[in-house]
């Protein structure tokens, strides 16, 4: 189970045990907001795109929306998100708990400026029920971005 993996990877920092589950779904930024009893723009949504023949997630605050001119002066393509089906075997988590973290090789993960404004935020673990809260220098830390990007619009 994909949250098996992040708790893993969590492991090796020594934040296992921050890794928070739920009896509800988690799955969109509403229930996830819902289940953490905050507002929708402090979860960090994760969102999952062809960019050629790789895949670029982009983690986003819950309340920004690509701007498709500015992810295309960023990537160079027009932005094309995975199928529903693509994203468990190219990401290694399923939708509803795709996260920057422990993710499959290859994968390049990109932090939005739309986070910035917020001192903690809640990125899902891996399950359509799970989260974390970091700051966003533990984001970064965690995530292991390629870069910041600001491709969001909306926030």
Request: aromatic fraction near 10%.
């Amino acid at each position: 189970m994909s949250i098996q993996k992040v708790r893993e990877y969590f492991k090796g920092f020594g934040i296992e045990h921050r890794v928070l589950e739920f009896e509800v779904s988690s799955a969109t930024v509403e229930l996830a907001a819902q289940a953490l009893h905050c507002e929708g723009c402090r979860i960090a949504k994760t969102l999952s795109f062809h960019v050629g023949d790789a895949v670029v997630l982009i983690v986003a605050a819950g309340d920004a929306k690509i701007d498709n001119a500015k992810y295309k002066a960023q990537f160079h393509t027009k932005a094309k998100m995975l199928a529903y089906d693509e994203a468990e075997p190219l990401i290694g988590h399923a939708v509803g708990g795709v996260c920057p973290f422990a993710v499959n090789p290859g994968v390049q993960v990109y932090l939005d400026e739309s986070l910035k404004r917020f001192e903690t935020v809640y990125p899902a673990c891996g399950s359509s029920n799970s989260a974390i809260e970091l700051t966003i220098p533990e984001l970064e830390q965690y995530a292991k971005p390629a870069a910041w990007v600001n491709v969001c619009k909306g926030y």
